[in-house]
């Protein structure tokens, strides 16, 4: 497959200015629960320069990956979050506070009642403008993302369907082969893809934009949030729309984002006032859905009269810049970082896909095809519950069975699936190390094999017996080791104190 770099470059340019674009439209009515009249900005953005949180977290993933390389995953990207990351409200406090205490993702996400929220999808363009056309690529690194703050909620899923739709947008732009391209990447029955679907019969059907906003809502939605007034239109407490679950947002609001990009018919100004108008968190999804329609139609094809009151520079409001340095200052310096890692992440991942000064993009109808195959759904259903640590040639998937907690005189249930990068297979000697006044059932310690290639085993199940009083964070290390090799692999477990829960 080959992309030429021009064309590339124009739509990453347009990916970013789309996205500030929406979340500067949609800011001034965000989490309310009402139907908007929204056509044009209602706010000055030139002093001082616009600021999009949705776009931060991918500045601190920019820095993260030129600093340790396109392979990072999961424990690269939490320290990051940890570290840099300034914000404390909804998703961000509980997920920071877990990671302090010890846990690691997805348990980080455990007491986060926003995890099927928003907060993952607004961050994944960069998982698509780094992987262009390759959507399985996007899907990996956005399922490595989304899964610090939201687990294996709704967020997750919304995470991998953005991330999806925009790597494929890079060489498609039909709009409902880009949502069956995302569909196939995240479970039929989630949430998410429920309540896309919910806005697809309502489109096939030749029902209003209106009618399809009303049906998400009375079909997926969560709790509103305002921070003003009662954040809920009259209207919409007469269609009974004023309840929901807490958190529960992330269906709906991907269904508002589906909305726009059908009912806006390829029109940008349309697209991203038709999103505004279906209110929730307006400035997120018309960010996503202009980032989205960006990289479809490239910078050169958004009107002057949108972009010319953002301008390209970036500001940042939720990054400690202190210690984190050189942050782009614009669109165009972050267009250029982003094309350097692309190229690393093709030849590295896909050497088959090509960014060429010198070729129109071309792809075959069979590569194509191929971008429609290929689902994470069980991957990422497989081990919802537990991290995956990888330590020099070993791997190994955690499951804390739902709950990172231990009780005195209580136990906690533990299974470990173990697999080897190398090809052949390793004999394993596995010891537990514990806390004073804790056990281990059924053993402690013993030889297992590990398949190599990378297939794992089956589950081995343990149970952790507290034999007396347990500390506030009781931390235990699995040791692996090989006969007659230097290996030496370490797989930390953590428990907190469940008294009180």
Not at 216 to 237: A, F, M, P
Not at 336 to 362: C, F, H, Q
Request: aromatic content about 8%; charged content about 25%.
């Amino acid at each position: 497959m080959i992309i030429n770099i021009k064309e590339y470059r124009d739509k990453v340019l347009g990916c970013w200015m789309g996205k500030n674009i929406g979340a500067a439209l949609g800011q001034p009515f965000e989490w309310k629960r009402k139907i908007n009249d929204v056509t044009f900005y209602t706010e000055d953005f030139t002093d001082p320069p616009f600021s999009s949180i949705d776009l931060d977290i991918q500045l601190l993933w920019l820095r993260a990956l030129e600093d340790n390389g396109v392979h990072i995953g999961t424990p690269i990207l939490s320290e990051y979050f940890l570290s840099y990351m300034t914000a404390h409200t909804g998703q961000y406090g509980p997920t920071k506070a877990n990671m302090r205490a010890g846990l690691m993702p997805p348990l980080s996400s455990m007491t986060n009642e926003y995890r099927d929220s928003c907060g993952a999808f607004i961050r994944s363009e960069i998982w698509a403008c780094i992987a262009p056309g390759c959507p399985e690529i996007a899907a990996t690194k956005a399922y490595h993302d989304a899964i610090i703050d939201h687990g294996a909620g709704e967020g997750l899923f919304a995470a991998i369907f953005i991330a999806v739709i925009q790597s494929a947008a890079f060489i498609e732009d039909d709009p409902r082969e880009l949502i069956d391209i995302g569909l196939a990447y995240i479970p039929e029955d989630c949430g998410v893809a429920k309540a896309v679907n919910s806005v697809l019969d309502c489109y096939q059907n030749e029902m209003s934009w209106l009618d399809a906003r009303d049906r998400v809502l009375q079909k997926h939605r969560g709790h509103y949030s305002t921070w003003e007034g009662s954040g809920i239109s009259q209207r919409d407490w007469d269609y009974g729309l004023a309840d929901g679950q807490r958190g529960y947002d992330a269906p709906s609001n991907i269904g508002m984002v589906i909305i726009g990009l059908l009912y806006g018919e390829g029109d940008f100004a349309r697209s991203i006032c038709t999103t505004v108008n279906c209110g929730e968190d307006t400035d997120s999804n018309a960010a996503t859905l202009g980032a989205l329609l960006g990289i479809m139609d490239g910078l050169d094809l958004i009107p002057h009269k949108w972009t010319d009151p953002i301008g390209r520079k970036i500001n940042t409001r939720m990054i400690d810049l202190f210690d984190i340095k050189r942050i782009p200052k614009s669109i165009d310096e972050l267009t250029a970082r982003i094309e350097r890692l692309a190229k690393i992440i093709m030849l590295t991942y896909r050497p088959d896909v090509e960014l060429s000064s010198t070729k129109e993009t071309k792809i075959s109808l069979n590569e194509f095809d191929k971008l429609a195959n290929v689902t994470l759904g069980e991957k990422i259903l497989r081990n919802p519950y537990g991290p995956i640590i990888e330590s020099g040639v070993i791997t190994c998937a955690l499951d804390y069975k739902s709950d990172g907690f231990i009780k005195a005189g209580g136990t906690a249930k533990i299974s470990l699936r173990v697999g080897c990068k190398l090809k052949h297979d390793l004999l394993l000697r596995l010891k537990w190390y514990l806390p004073e006044g804790f056990s281990i059932e059924p053993v402690s310690s013993g030889l297992l094999r590990c398949p190599g290639g990378g297939v794992e085993t089956l589950p081995y199940a343990f149970t952790i017996v507290a034999e007396g009083p347990v500390a506030l964070i009781n931390r235990f290390v699995i040791e692996f080791t090989s006969p007659g090799r230097h290996l030496v692999a370490l797989v930390p477990v953590v428990l907190l104190d469940g008294g009180l829960m």
